[in-house]
């Protein structure tokens, strides 16, 4: 699914991250661990197109991203989030999940005016999964809560 082949990645002299390999099949957690200043984030900028590589090469299920802007690795489907996350303290926490949904159709105005059902429809199946996500993460019962509120 993700593979990343002799990555490295140099800041004028600094080497951030030097000859990294990786082969990650689809699962529902993987976890990348290490110190302070080992070269993670600068390895997710790497693979999610936040800064262009040096030497090596990234795939995302067996095409070659390497290169690719950002916006075009996020609609292929790998995305990433930032470390200094926060919420939107006046929505719900179902309605904070919502906005992370990318591209959704009700954000064109033409589709608001000529296909309705369609907006209806991704909205729901949007909803549910989100949903899906809170009760995976046992916040359902905080679906309707303003994310401002919880602690």
Do not use: W
């Amino acid at each position: 699914m993700l593979r990343v082949e002799k990555i490295t990645k140099r800041f004028g002299g600094l080497e951030a991250v030097c000859d990294v390999s990786l082969d990650l099949k689809r699962t529902p957690i993987t976890g990348l661990v290490g110190p302070n200043g080992s070269g993670k984030t600068t390895l997710f900028h790497i693979i999610t197109g936040f800064y262009h590589i040096d030497k090596g090469r990234t795939f995302f299920n067996d095409k070659e991203i390497s290169g690719f802007p950002p916006h075009v690795i996020s609609r292929m489907g790998l995305v990433r989030t930032f470390q200094q996350t926060r919420v939107l303290p006046f929505l719900s926490t179902r309605e904070n999940l919502l906005c992370a949904v990318p591209t959704q159709k009700g954000e064109q105005l033409a589709s608001l005016f000529f296909r309705p059902g369609t907006v209806k429809r991704e909205e729901k199946q949007n909803r549910a999964r989100a949903d899906e996500v809170l009760a995976l993460i046992r916040l359902a019962p905080l679906a309707d809560e303003l994310s401002g509120q919880l602690s």
